[in-house]
């Protein structure tokens, strides 16, 4: 906390980002996680379930361990992101066109979820409830599935005609399991949750999330766990805010035809308000010439390999399990893919589409 006063003291002296900016991820330990995590590269700490790895965050002071700390490039190195964006100068550079958050932070929470037991049947705020109670923010989210064992659901929405008062009778009883929807996923699906959206996470599934930046949750059913500290039951809070006038879509979100061109495929996996997320898979040898639109972008690699390289001539090596935030100022960067690669990459909706709406 004395760092960040003295940031609103002195600002910060960068130099022009020319790479990548990269992060120390966070790591939560969890009851339904795992080690799964391992396989993209994380180094956990031993003996230990971790759920999930936030690989770029940065939410208010309220939630514990919430602000993503730069690893890379060395004139940001240590900062947090939240301490880098406060920066004008780094701001524009990061942020282009893009505003931040209400909470003057990044406004996505990019994480890994490794469930390797059922996460609890849960829901986030509404907007309605979040305008009546500050202290809640709203969570609108997508699931991209990256590995799913044989057999493998998540529960997304209440089954039709499922009534606010059924559903807190069902859960007084604990069958309110029955009232949702089991949908089988296997990797590459992409699934949207809005707020409002009762879900959970099923047991055997890895995901990559990309949410608004909020980590407000009201749990309804915890699969039998006991109510520890930390695993509260919030059910009047969650009656609030569930939509149970509609569900959304069982099946994953709709991809319009792949884009395929000189050795790259490139498919939508889904466009809200809040985020866009595109999938590229790679050729070995293939390539690209970088375009932020003046917006900053987000690259989790999932397999292969290769590098991107700046303006400036400097390269980071790109591997499985590594995300990155490519800056909105980026100009004249190229990617090269040495191997077969498939990434995800996450942009922020451009401004242009508040100004049309």
């Not at 600002?11 to 900016?21: K, R, S």
């Not at 701001?91 to 909470?103: F, K, N, Q, T, W």
């Not at 949750?217 to 919030?234: C, I, K, N, Q, S």
């Not at 591997?319 to 100009?331: D, E, H, S």
Request: glycine share 8%; hydrophobic share 40%; charged share 20%.
């Amino acid at each position: 906390m004395q760092a960040e006063n003295l940031m609103a003291i002195t600002p910060l002296t960068v130099h022009p980002i020319d790479a990548p900016i990269q992060f120390h991820p966070l790591l939560k330990p969890r009851v339904w996680g795992g080690r799964t995590l391992e396989r993209l590269g994380k180094s956990l700490p031993p003996g230990q379930k971790i759920g999930e790895s936030w690989e770029v965050a940065d939410l208010p002071p309220s939630i514990p361990d919430g602000r993503s700390i730069v690893a890379a490039p060395q004139s940001l190195a240590g900062r947090s992101l939240h301490e880098a964006l406060r920066d004008s100068r780094t701001r524009r550079a990061i942020m282009g066109d893009v505003e931040l958050s209400p909470d003057t932070g990044f406004p996505l929470l990019i994480k890994y979820l490794d469930a390797r037991e059922n996460l609890s049947v849960q829901v986030h705020p509404s907007v309605e409830y979040a305008r009546r109670h500050p202290g809640a923010h709203v969570k609108s989210e997508a699931w991209v599935v990256i590995a799913a064992d044989p057999g493998a659901v998540i529960y997304k929405g209440l089954k039709p005609g499922v009534t606010r008062e059924a559903f807190a009778q069902h859960i007084r009883e604990d069958t309110v399991v029955n009232d949702l929807v089991a949908v089988p996923v296997k990797p590459g699906d992409c699934h949207y949750l809005p707020s409002g959206t009762c879900h959970a996470l099923g047991a055997g599934i890895l995901v990559a999330e990309v949410q608004t930046p909020s980590d407000t949750t009201f749990r309804v059913f915890d699969w039998g766990r006991p109510a520890t500290a930390g695993r509260e039951l919030h059910i009047e809070q969650a009656l609030e805010c569930i939509d149970f006038a509609s569900s959304p879509p069982q099946q994953p979100v709709e991809s319009p035809i792949p884009n395929k061109r000189q050795g790259l495929t490139t498919m939508r996996l889904t466009r809200t308000e809040f985020f866009e997320i595109e999938r590229v898979d790679a050729d070995a040898g293939s390539g690209f010439h970088v375009v932020t639109q003046s917006r900053p972008e987000i690259w989790m690699v999932m397999a292969g390999g290769g590098e991107i390289r700046g303006d400036s001539g400097h390269a980071v090596d790109l591997q499985p399990g590594m995300t990155i935030l490519v800056p909105a100022a980026a100009r004249d960067w190229q990617a090269r893919f040495d191997e077969r690669t498939w990434l995800l990459c996450v942009r922020l909706p451009s401004p242009l589409r508040k100004m049309i709406a």
